[in-house]
């Protein structure tokens, strides 16, 4: 025990000692952090140029419609092009996009449809880059060190989902909104900058080489071969599975459950609601970075099923404990479940998958969880009318539901 312990610091920090991945983090977070600085710049300036939050839902969507719709398309161009290139095209995209944005609001030109069509630009743009930034990663680092460097990716880019808004208030508060898109240009341009410096390793083999004499295939067939290649393996429709059960768990209860909790059950108002998501934030953090201190190879599928229990058990003390430190508590433990586990689902899919087809299984991942989220808002926002136990408790019973059907699997229990 003593020397995995004393092992476990070393081995967190391996990746950050190949400059490759020290660029391939930066960029990472300094893209994470400009889509933190968007979304208030444009919620902000949306609601200064009209006053109407149903404009600003109208700008949000059409910022969220587009990166849904264009996932699956970036993640097979991911398998098809350079993602590194990929990537850059994508930053130096929004950087442009963003610097326009605060330039036409500084001099007094922006309107809202030119909002509109600059949160459309960037979703599809953002489309691109999402799938690549994790299929990047086995180009970068070897193997054996895709834990350690997914957990840092990992603690990196949920710094910045919370830095970012928060810092991007700031600079809105300090000086003017246009401001924050001009600031917002630099992180992405800073971004593009890093990651076409990474020097990236060949593609390994996949069931796609070796076939050069055939035609070449149509976008949409290679969109459904990604899909049917998902699909096909009982694994890997668990993970995505319990990834989609666990979007839709995760962004209601923890939108419109932790706003009902604070608000009419532990009345703390917005100060317990910060407490609330910083909690969930600071667990999912360290329960990153546990994961890749510990290393090592462990059933992944029985971690799948564990977290499901355990946030279905969590959802279940929600509904039904009124103490604000139990909560806190308990919000604590859920988001370090999620955190620990993510570590390791992620590295068995990049360890596991070709190359040459993974941007397009996580993309499948990506868009079913795109597609979940707006329903578990308007379901949880449904349930939370009845009260906060019915809220908690019907996500703990598909949570619960979820594990078994895990467990039932022999082929998703061994895996490592």
Not at 54 to 82: E, I, K
Not at 145 to 174: E, M
């Amino acid at each position: 025990m003593a020397t995995t312990l004393a092992g476990a610091g070393p081995r967190l920090w391996a990746p950050a000692r190949h400059r490759p991945f020290q660029l391939l983090w930066l960029g990472q977070s300094l893209s994470l952090l400009g889509d933190g600085f968007s979304v208030v710049a444009f919620s902000w300036i949306t609601l200064g140029l009209t006053g109407s939050t149903l404009t600003l839902g109208y700008v949000l969507a059409f910022q969220a419609v587009p990166r849904a719709l264009l996932t699956l398309v970036g993640g097979t161009l991911s398998d098809s092009w350079s993602t590194r290139t990929l990537m850059v095209a994508s930053s130096w995209t929004r950087a442009a996009l963003m610097a326009g944005v605060g330039l036409a609001g500084l001099t007094g030109h922006l309107t809202v449809w030119m909002l509109c069509a600059a949160a459309a630009a960037f979703g599809a743009v953002d489309a691109f880059f999402q799938p690549a930034r994790v299929s990047i990663l086995p180009s970068v680092v070897d193997e054996q060190l895709l834990t350690p460097a997914n957990a840092l990716l990992g603690a990196g880019s949920r710094t910045a989902a919370v830095v970012g808004p928060a810092v991007g208030g700031v600079v809105i508060a300090l000086t003017r909104a246009p401001v924050a898109f001009l600031v917002d240009a630099v992180c992405f341009a800073l971004c593009g900058w890093c990651v076409a410096s990474i020097r990236t390793r060949p593609r390994t083999a996949g069931p796609e080489n070796g076939k050069a004499a055939e035609a070449p295939k149509s976008l949409g067939a290679r969109i459904r071969e990604g899909v049917t290649y998902t699909l096909r393996d009982p694994r890997l429709r668990t993970v995505v599975v319990l990834d989609t059960a666990v979007n839709f768990c995760y962004a209601g209860p923890f939108t419109v459950g932790f706003a009902t909790l604070a608000d009419q059950v532990l009345r703390g108002g917005s100060a317990t609601l910060g407490v609330l998501n910083g909690s969930l934030a600071g667990g999912a953090t360290l329960g990153t970075l546990a994961g890749g201190a510990l290393g090592g190879r462990p059933r992944v599928g029985l971690l799948v099923a564990a977290l499901a229990g355990w946030l279905g058990a969590g959802m279940a003390v929600l509904g039904l404990v009124h103490s604000t430190p139990a909560v806190v508590a308990t919000v604590l433990a859920m988001g370090f479940a999620i955190g620990f586990q993510g570590v390791f689902g992620l590295s068995w899919i990049q360890r596991n998958i070709p190359q040459n087809v993974l941007s397009r299984v996580v993309s499948v991942d990506m868009v079913l969880g795109y597609a979940a989220a707006p329903l578990s808002l308007i379901v949880c926002g449904a349930l939370a009318r009845v009260g906060t136990l019915a809220l908690f408790g019907v996500v703990a019973c598909v949570l619960a539901v979820t594990g078994v059907a895990v467990l039932g699997s022999r082929a998703v229990r061994e895996m490592r």
